[in-house]
């Protein structure tokens, strides 16, 4: 077995904190300590070159890189757990660019206001740019991103 480097369990112990308090309905936290340092021995003899740089900018930049390494990972087995929990699969979620959201937002309201089906937003939305012909696989994206954006801004607010 590898040695641990000495810094490693506060990386890990932090990552796994970090993780936890956003998950903690679906995950337990020594669950997530375990994956972590799973992944750290998985990798453990560059993790342990890395943090013993001996250039101390350099190690700190590599001990950021660690911890973001780690919670990306740990992040991913929380996703999971969360998903298996609720009962969807993982493929299921779906992630925005804010900016997108923005732009696609007025056309929303506009669709909930004046009572309008979100077809007629596709046609509405013209940036002016050339479009390209989308893969059959892919058509549809605006409208499925505008329904979802809808079903959002349709959701009450349970706080």
């Known amino acids: ?8 369990g506060d990386i890990v112990f932090s990552v796994a904190r970090t993780i936890f308090s956003r998950y903690r309905n679906f995950v337990e936290r020594e669950d997530v300590v375990q994956e972590c340092w ?10 342990n070159q890395l943090l013993s740089e ?3 900018v350099q190690r700190v930049i590599n001990e950021k890189r660690m911890a973001w390494q780690t919670k990306r990972h740990a ?3 929380a996703r999971r757990e969360k998903a298996t929990r609720s009962g969807y699969k993982l493929t299921d979620e779906a ?6 959201i923005a732009q696609l937002l007025p056309h ?3 669709s ?3 009572n309008t089906v979100l077809e007629q937003a596709q046609n509405l939305i013209n940036d002016g740019q050339p479009k390209k012909q989308s893969a059959p696989a892919e058509g ?6 505008l329904i979802d954006i809808k079903k959002a801004y349709l959701k009450p607010d349970v706080s």
């Open 95 to 100: 992630f925005y660019d804010t900016v997108v």
């Open 38 to 47: 799973s992944w750290y021995y998985s990798r453990a003899e560059h993790f």
């Open 108 to 110: 929303v309201i506009a």
């Open 140 to 145: 549809g994206n605006l409208l499925a991103t």
């Open 54 to 56: 001996e250039n101390t």
């Open 112 to 114: 909930v206001v004046d």
């Open 1 to 8: 077995m590898t040695e641990t480097h000495p810094s490693a």
């Open 75 to 77: 992040e991913r087995y």
